[in-house]
T-cell receptor, first 109, second 116 residues
Framework: DAKTTQPPSMDCAEGRAANLPCNHSTISGNEYVYWYRQIHSQGPQYIIHGLKNNETNEMASLIITEDRKSSTLILPHATLRDTAVYYCIVRSVNNDMRFGAGTRLTVKP | EAEVAQSPRYKITEKSQAVAFWCDPISGHATLYWYRQILGQGPELLVQFQDESVVDDSQLPKDRFSAERLKGVDSTLKIQPAELGDSAMYLC??????????????FGPGTRLTVL
């Protein structure tokens, strides 16, 4: 599976959009981009995934560049409860999930 | 909403002792995963089951760790003997085989193990 690179930490003001970047320059054609988050002392929670088209759900939007070498997770209106570690993962459907260290997002009032 | 159940939530043990963790996946989920998460790191897959069969245990330290899912429903992860380096969060996750949700893994709250 392709490796990902994420900044170790980011801050965001409450109510503003949080834009979390992820680089995955070695992604293969059959690999999806997944985002999970882990709030302190809880198990990871699925957010969104995509292959090459941008995706949106009730939690977030996922923007994937045309060359698929990077993506951005957007939380449109961050709240204090969005403070968590966000993991960007690339994998093909039948391969295991390989988590990196993720980005620690702190939403500040 | 259905959830993955794990017990105990916390476990403190002395090195050389045996410990066991239990996981009950979401009903109907055929795939079950055990992960280990060391503080400050992302989860690392230990073992994956499809029904009662092990699909991947390449990262499971088999000299001391064992996992089973005898009836293809709930699962037990055992460590014997525990070592100081085993202190971590042990997470269980499950996913269905088919449908759109097969892309998503549902995680339990985890068991935090401390080995003294």
């Amino acid at each position: 599976d392709a490796k990902t690179t994420q900044p170790p930490s980011m801050d965001c003001a409450e109510g503003r959009a949080a834009n979390l970047p992820c680089n995955h320059s070695t992604i293969s054609g059959n690999e999806y981009v997944y985002w999970y988050r882990q709030i302190h002392s809880q198990g990871p929670q699925y957010i969104i995934h995509g292959l090459k088209n941008n995706e949106t759900n009730e939690m977030a939007s996922l923007i994937i560049t045309e060359d698929r070498k990077s993506s951005t997770l957007i939380l449109p209106h961050a709240t204090l409860r969005d403070t968590a570690v966000y993991y960007c993962i690339v994998r093909s459907v039948n391969n295991d999930m390989r988590f990196g260290a993720g980005t620690r997002l702190t939403v500040k009032p | 909403e259905a959830e993955v159940a794990q017990s105990p939530r916390y476990k403190i043990t002395e090195k050389s002792q045996a410990v066991a963790f239990w996981c009950d996946p979401i009903s109907g989920h055929a795939t079950l995963y055990w992960y280990r998460q060391i503080l400050g790191q992302g989860p690392e897959l230990l073992v994956q089951f499809q029904d009662e069969s092990v699909v991947d245990d390449s990262q499971l330290p088999k000299d001391r760790f064992s996992a089973e899912r005898l009836k293809g429903v709930d699962s037990t992860l055992k460590i014997q003997p525990a070592e100081l380096g085993d202190s971590a969060m042990y997470l269980c996750a499950s996913s269905p085989v088919g449908g759109r949700a097969r892309n998503e893994q549902f995680f339990g709250p985890g068991t935090r193990l401390t080995v003294l």
